[in-house]
């Protein structure tokens, strides 16, 4: 558990100021946007779970038209006690705007930039990732969205596509066309989610903001598995929050945890994991609700369903119906004395 300390340097309020609404997140601790992860369904279980100080939607990516208010509504699922920001990902500044007035309409507390997607299918493109080539693209893309709503805008990033050499230039990019926050992920492009993130790139970052006048918040981001490393990742850095993204996957409660509550014993990690996959069955239908149980499973690491059993992980990864998998984690005990 977190010292006295650690969790005081999470526990506080953190301001996100826009042009012309500000959003408080009560704590320093974000929910990460994940593409295929963090839909309504999973989101609002680790909300409801305690220590989230806010959450974004996973990237709605705008390509040939606007996005509509009744996608984003979609999106953004029912009202959360806690913010919850509409990342929006865009090659340029093309219908951006439309886009952004109805995530606005829609209810979203924020609009989040995204310039740190990996995915070739994204990258190829020219968005996500592929724009940290450009800096004065980025510029771009948060002035045109900062001009079009009184929302705070924020920026998510990477530390560059192979180099970390422009990681300040990327950062101040962002903040001088007036982003409200960024998020840094510490890894490159190239980097696979396996691989270390390196949180003195974050460090630079926070340099770079202080050297140009920025007070901004500067997010933290990759790295974090266990709820000790939250607080950590913030002495390390400087940073001023820490978004968690993976590690909420295999552990829902790491964000309770690291504010000083208890880890999940045994029936709560049952009970979440049943409740995940009958959520989604009942929005997206079996399919779905098989593919992301097996997604839940082959990172869960809660209760200690799994503690010593990877050939039960293996076996769960191979039943072939949502039904099993679900029968599987109701009837699921740790190995006794794990």
């Not at 963090?38 to 305690?50: H, K, M, N, P, S």
């Amino acid at each position: 558990m977190p010292d006295a300390a650690s969790i005081a340097l999470i526990d506080r309020p953190l301001d996100l100021r826009g042009p012309g609404a500000a959003v408080r997140f009560a704590n320093r601790l974000l929910l990460a946007p994940m593409e295929g992860v963090t839909e309504r369904c999973f989101r609002d279980l680790v909300i409801a779970l305690g220590g989230v100080g806010g959450a974004c939607t996973e990237f709605v990516r705008i390509s040939s038209s606007p996005i509509p208010a009744r996608v984003i509504r979609r999106h953004l699922g029912d009202a959360q006690p806690v913010p919850i920001a509409v990342q929006l990902m865009a090659p340029d500044a093309e219908h951006l705007v439309t886009t952004i007035a109805a995530a606005e309409a829609a209810g979203a507390a924020w609009i989040d930039l995204n310039f740190g997607c990996p995915a070739p299918v994204v990258f190829d493109k020219c968005a996500g990732s592929a724009l940290l080539r450009t800096p004065d693209r980025v510029a771009a893309i948060v002035r045109a969205a900062v001009a079009a709503t009184r929302l705070p805008v924020s920026a998510k990033v990477r530390a560059g596509i192979d180099s970390p050499d422009r990681v300040a230039e990327i950062v101040l990019a962002a903040a001088d066309a007036g982003a409200a926050m960024v998020t840094l992920h510490a890894r490159l492009r190239v980097q696979t989610y396996a691989m270390p993130a390196t949180w003195r790139w974050i460090a630079e970052a926070r340099a770079a903001l202080t050297r140009g006048g920025h007070a901004i918040p500067l997010v933290g981001n990759g790295g974090v598995e266990a709820a000790g490393d939250a607080a950590r990742l913030m002495r390390e850095s400087g940073c001023d929050a820490v978004m968690i993204g993976r590690a909420a996957l295999a552990d829902p409660w790491i964000f309770r945890a690291a504010m000083g509550g208890p880890q999940a014993d045994a029936g709560e990690a049952r009970a979440f994991a049943c409740g995940y996959i009958d959520a989604l069955a009942a929005e997206y239908g079996e399919r779905t609700a098989l593919a992301r149980g097996k997604q839940l499973a082959r990172w869960y690491r809660a209760g200690g369903l799994f503690a010593g059993r990877e050939d039960e992980r293996a076996r769960v990864l191979r039943l072939d119906s949502v039904g099993a998998v679900r029968a599987w984690f109701a009837d699921a005990a740790p190995l006794t004395g794990s």
